[in-house]
Antibody, heavy 126, light 109 residues
Framework: QLQLQEWGAGLLKPSETLSLTCGVSGGSLSGHYWSWLRQTPGKGLEWIGEINHNANSNYNPSLKGRVTILTDTSRNQFSLNLTSVTAADTAVYYC????????????????????WGQGTLVTVSS | IVLTQSPGTLSLSPGERATFSCRASQSVGSRYLAWYQQKPGQAPRLLIYGASTRATGIPDRFSGSGSGTDFTLTISRLEPEDFAVYYCQQYRSSPPMYAFGQGTKLEIK
């Protein structure tokens, strides 16, 4: 059974870098889309970005320039780095695996997040 | 991409029919519209994708419909475990991007 688990620092100061890892068990990274999402009471659910089966990544334009998502196939995990955090980045962060490559266009595919981790709270405060 | 869900809160009793609305700011390919359910303290759960296709294991009391800018999620007969928050989600392919509506809370009347 596929399971995803997020971990990383839960408390950051403004301007620091948020680093989270998602460990995947019960399945391989290969052939799937892997996403990071976050949720705040104020802004709701927000897609941060994804990395696909070709190790190509796509990011939310509102965060582009601050976000990097990478895979580590040897450890069966993928990671999120978000630089220059502010209080607005305080959220519950989720990792997720996509449903599958449903509709593909120009080297990327529609793959709505299906399997989610339990989420981890990251707080940014001075 | 802006998705507007209505109503903000829906108060119904078990056994009743629930209808959730999702309106997109621009026309959306129906194959790129999904619905999620989220209960307190849990991650969202994919219910519907492609506007009308139920994800594996989702009961058939859940159904989705719509096209263009207007989409609907219907729960035909509410069970106690259905009371939760429901989100619609839209995908744009160029450049790739997912957006969520603000959610509709389904509460017990």
């Amino acid at each position: 059974q596929l399971q995803l688990q997020e971990w990383g620092a839960g408390l950051l100061k403004p301007s620091e870098t948020l680093s989270l890892t998602c460990g995947v068990s019960g399945g391989s990274l290969s052939g799937h889309y892997w996403s990071w999402l976050r949720q705040t009471p104020g802004k709701g659910l927000e897609w941060i970005g994804e990395i696909n089966h070709n190790a190509n990544s796509n990011y939310n334009p509102s965060l582009k320039g601050r976000v990097t998502i990478l895979t580590d196939t040897s450890r069966n995990q993928f990671s999120l780095n978000l630089t220059s955090v502010t209080a607005a980045d305080t959220a519950v962060y989720y990792c997720a695996r996509g449903l599958g490559r449903l509709h593909c266009n120009g080297g990327t595919c529609y793959s709505p997040p299906l399997n989610w981790g339990q989420g981890t709270l990251v707080t940014v405060s001075s | 991409i802006v998705l507007t869900q209505s109503p903000g809160t829906l108060s119904l009793s078990p056994g009743e029919r629930a209808t959730f609305s999702c309106r997109a700011s621009q026309s959306v390919g129906s194959r790129y519209l999904a619905w999620y359910q989220q209960k307190p303290g849990q991650a969202p759960r994919l219910l519907i994708y492609g506007a009308s296709t139920r994800a594996t294991g989702i009961p058939d009391r859940f159904s989705g419909s719509g096209s263009g800018t207007d989409f609907t999620l219907t729960i035909s007969r509410l069970e106690p475990e259905d009371f939760a928050v429901y989100y619609c989600q839209q995908y744009r392919s160029s450049p790739p991007m997912y957006a969520f509506g603000q959610g509709t809370k389904l509460e017990i009347k």
